[in-house]
């Protein structure tokens, strides 16, 4: 049945239905303000070892070049927020003092429970590359369908597009100072993807900024990773350490207790713990994987609503007990299972161990 609706609302209309959070489209040209800024980034080495961040700069400025014949992006945002909270550590600002209850969403739950590593949301379910993926091939089999002149390339975190800034054009929301894209009246905790396509769509318009003069994320940054507006330092970010830095824990921890761990580091050239530009175990905390401080102290994400995807319904791990946890790596056939599909994978086996050991021997800050 041909509909009556134009494109853009037909599009809309059937993201909608299959859960998508937001839809809406950008033309697809080369992104020049952003250049500059992207090779700042770059020169200040802010993506520490994430070496593909320096690979295929022209593509990941230019989706024309990445998809040739591409006129519009359609940039989609998917739900991750759940409904259950792991308990949070008690969040301070870089002054120490403690953030007033009004400055915790409704996500940070009991400061005070037991240590235990905690585990970005993001991460809970299963791997949402593929979750999305799969979504956006029913979507694009439903344009095509409807208009055969279609065609389009499917992304989720997985080429060089700059995500974020594809969201912005195409009206999905703003870059909050924690660098992160907001939408009013919902928060951050959402993927985003995109369809590179060769159908002309009408483009949205883009959303003001939202932050006014809140500074919560930056304020909140357990290692001061936010070093301006906008600007995130991957090298002091928890997320980068946990998930991306494979040199890091610096020594094996799994038999290392945190004041051993101190000491190991300072002793290694240019791996002063003490050094203000390098975080120490004691800044990624009760962190084993990834970090939501940033997005958890955002009075946006006071928005949030739980996710209906089933496949990103927690894995038993999220919930263990400190206790669970120490029997778990006393027998590392029962963590393995936990992580099938997971995007935990990412960090690699060994890796997650160490996290896991740091994160259970942290205090939580108070
Ligand atoms: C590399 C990367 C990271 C790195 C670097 C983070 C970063 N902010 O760039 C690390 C590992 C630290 C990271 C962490 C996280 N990430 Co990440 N990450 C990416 C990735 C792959 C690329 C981002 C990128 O291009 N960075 C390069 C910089 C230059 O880009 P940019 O920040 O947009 O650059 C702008 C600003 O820095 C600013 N700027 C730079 N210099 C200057 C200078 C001045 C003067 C000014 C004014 C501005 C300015 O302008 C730049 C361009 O306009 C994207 C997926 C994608 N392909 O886009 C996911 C992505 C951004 N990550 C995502 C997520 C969920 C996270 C985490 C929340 C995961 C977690 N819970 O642990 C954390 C959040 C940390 C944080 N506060 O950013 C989501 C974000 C969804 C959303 N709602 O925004 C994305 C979009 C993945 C996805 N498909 O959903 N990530
Ligand atoms: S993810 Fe954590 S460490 Fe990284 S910028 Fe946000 S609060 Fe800071
Ligand atoms: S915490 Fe405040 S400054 Fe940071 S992103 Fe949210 S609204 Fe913007």
């Not at 357990?222 to 494979?246: F, G, W």
């Not at 990412?346 to 259970?360: D, E, F, M, S, T």
Request: with cysteine; net charge negative.
């Amino acid at each position: 049945m041909v509909s009556s609706l134009n494109a853009e609302t037909q599009i809309k209309t059937w993201a909608q239905e299959m859960g998508f959070l937001a839809c809406g489209f950008a033309k697809a040209e080369k992104l020049q303000e952003e250049e500059i800024n992207l090779n700042q980034w770059l020169s200040k080495e802010f993506h520490g070892n994430m070496q593909y961040m320096e690979n295929h700069k022209a593509m990941r400025l230019d989706p024309t070049m990445l998809v040739p014949g591409a006129k519009s992006v359609i940039s989609l945002a998917y739900n991750y927020f759940p409904e259950i909270a792991q308990p949070q550590p008690k969040l301070s600002t870089q002054n120490g003092n403690n953030l007033s209850n009004n400055q915790y969403p409704s996500t940070a739950s009991d400061p005070t429970s037991e240590t235990k590593p905690l585990i970005a949301k993001y991460a809970w379910g299963d791997d949402y590359h593929r979750v999305i993926k799969d979504k956006l091939f029913v979507l694009m089999d439903r344009i095509k369908n409807q208009y055969p002149e279609f065609e389009g390339r499917a992304f989720v975190d997985s080429a060089p597009v700059m995500e974020r800034q594809w969201a912005v054009r195409a009206g999905l929301g703003w870059i909050g100072k924690n660098s992160l894209l907001l939408r009013k009246g919902v928060g951050s905790f959402f993927f985003l993807a995109e369809i590179i396509s060769n159908l002309e769509l009408q483009p949205d318009t883009a959303q003001t900024d939202h932050c006014g003069e809140c500074t919560a994320c930056i304020d909140a940054c357990p290692t001061q990773a936010i070093v301006q507006a906008q600007v995130i330092d991957s090298r002091r970010c928890i997320s980068y350490l946990t998930i991306e830095d494979k040199t890091w824990p610096k020594v094996d921890t799994a038999t290392t207790t945190p004041s051993e761990y101190q000491t190991a580091n300072s002793e290694k050239p240019g791996m002063n713990t003490q050094s203000s530009s390098t975080p120490t175990q004691h800044d990624t905390g009760q962190w084993a994987y990834g970090c939501d401080v940033c997005q958890d102290v955002c009075p946006w994400n006071r928005f949030a609503t739980p996710h209906q995807e089933p496949m990103f319904e927690p894995r038993e791990l999220v919930g263990w007990s400190h206790r669970e946890w120490k029997e778990a790596l006393r027998e590392p056939a029962r963590i393995k299972p936990q992580l099938k599909n997971s995007p935990m994978q990412r960090a690699g086996h060994p890796k997650l161990v160490a996290q896991i050991n740091l994160a259970l021997n942290s205090e939580p800050k108070t």
